[in-house]
């Protein structure tokens, strides 16, 4: 009974996790504004790469990533800077919305 509780608890928390990471995709739209020069209006791509159909968790990993300085890909140099003022919310959002597309 103690381990089914303790499963049921951890299942909810992982699940809160995953709703409260879920983003905005209004608010990601209006921010992904800056985006669409390289990926496109619709995230297929162009300059930079294809977005469209890549998971919110991984374009929010590469976000971060771009945004701690660490080397991402061959664009990184342009990347960077348009990460270094998106905050947590704002990742989440683009993803969420570039998941919605």
Do not use: R
Not at 9 to 36: E, K, N, W
């Amino acid at each position: 009974m103690k381990n089914t509780l303790i499963a049921l608890a951890a299942a909810g928390l992982v699940s809160f996790g995953a709703a409260a990471q879920a983003g905005d995709a209004t608010a990601g739209q209006a921010a992904f504004a800056t985006c669409v020069g390289c990926h496109g209006a619709a995230a297929e791509g162009g300059v930079g790469p294809k977005l469209a159909g890549q998971a919110p968790a991984d374009i929010v990993a590469k976000l971060h990533a771009y945004k701690a300085g660490e080397q991402v890909g061959p664009m990184t140099s342009m990347m960077a800077p348009m990460a270094a003022g998106l905050s947590d919310a704002d990742m989440e959002n683009i993803a969420a919305y570039v998941a919605s597309l």
